[in-house]
C-alpha cells in the first residue's frame, strides 16, 4: 500500500510590495521611488561563503543554453544530483558538464551551476 503524503512550500517571508501611505489627501507620484531594492546576493545566494561568480568567455556551451557573456553563479557546497549543471576541471580546463546518471569518466567538481545571468546584448 502507498501512503500519499502532501509536501507544503514554505512562502518567502520577505516582503518586496510596496507599503501603502497612510496619509490622507493626494499621494505624492514620487511614492513609487520607495520600493525596496532587490538584493540579487540576498535573492540568488544561499551560501555566501562557497559561492562564486563566473563569466563565461566564449560560446563553447550552447548545448546546455549558456552563451558568451553570461554569468554563472556557482556554489561550492553542494553535491551535485543528476541532470545538474556543474563546473568540473577536465584536462586542467574548466568545463561545464550535466551530471547524468552513467557516468563513465571520473570528475572533479569545482561547483554546481545554481543561476544563470543572460546576458542580452
Known amino acids: 500500500m502507498t501512503e500519499n ?33 532587490i538584493d540579487l546576493n540576498e535573492a540568488l545566494v544561499s551560501n555566501p561563503s562557497a559561492t562564486f561568480y563566473v563569466r563565461v568567455a566564449d560560446n563553447s556551451f550552447v548545448n546546455y543554453g549558456i552563451k558568451e557573456n553570461d554569468v554563472l553563479i556557482i556554489d561550492k557546497s553542494l553535491t551535485p544530483n543528476n541532470n545538474q549543471l ?36
Open 5 to 37: 503524503k502532501t509536501y507544503y512550500i514554505k512562502r518567502s517571508s520577505k516582503n518586496h510590495r510596496v507599503t501603502r501611505p497612510s496619509q490622507t489627501g493626494f499621494s505624492s507620484p514620487a511614492t513609487h521611488y520607495t520600493e525596496p531594492r
Open 86 to 121: 556543474i563546473l568540473a576541471i577536465k584536462d586542467d580546463a574548466f568545463s561545464i558538464l550535466k551530471i547524468e546518471n552513467k557516468q563513465n569518466e571520473t570528475l572533479q567538481v569545482w561547483g554546481v551551476i545554481t543561476y544563470i545571468i543572460k546576458a542580452v546584448k
